[in-house]
Nanobody, 124 residues
Framework: VQLQASGGGLVQAGGSLRLSCAAS????????VSWFRRALGKELEFVGG????????HYADSVKGRFTISRDNAKNTVHLQMNSLRAEDTAVYSC??????????????????WGQGTQVTVSS
């Protein structure tokens, strides 16, 4: 499976962005897909994820209520809708897929496939 993240950019605090993760190859519709982010000088952080069924989601406390993950298995795409953005959301965002599909893991080592990342910058 190859993943391609897109949609990043520069936005003012309080604004919104929608990231997309497009997949090719593999049985994407059976995979759990999650988003991670890495801010400059900080460790990789779990943002949120969605199981293959499109209903089971899990979010980090820092983004709960502001970010929403959805997927369109027919288009092999997962979206991360980010609202009420804050300066501390500034990071490189990457999508990752887990082919077990059994749970939304927050640990990065559970994911076999990774996209290249897209930069999100929130100005205060």
């Amino acid at each position: 499976v190859q993943l391609q993240a897109s949609g990043g950019g520069l936005v003012q605090a309080g604004g919104s962005l929608r990231l997309s993760c497009a997949a090719s190859g593999g049985t994407f519709s059976r995979y759990t897909v999650s988003w991670f982010r890495r801010a400059l000088g900080k460790e990789l952080e779990f943002v949120g994820g969605i199981r293959w069924n499109g209903y089971t989601t899990h979010y980090a406390d820092s983004v709960k209520g502001r970010f929403t993950i959805s997927r369109d298995n027919a288009k092999n795409t997962v979206h991360l809708q980010m609202n009420s953005l804050r300066a501390e959301d500034t990071a490189v965002y990457s999508c990752a897929a887990d082919d077990s599909g059994s749970y939304v893991y927050s640990g990065f080592d559970e994911y076999e496939y990774w996209g290249q990342g897209t930069q999100v910058t929130v100005s205060s």
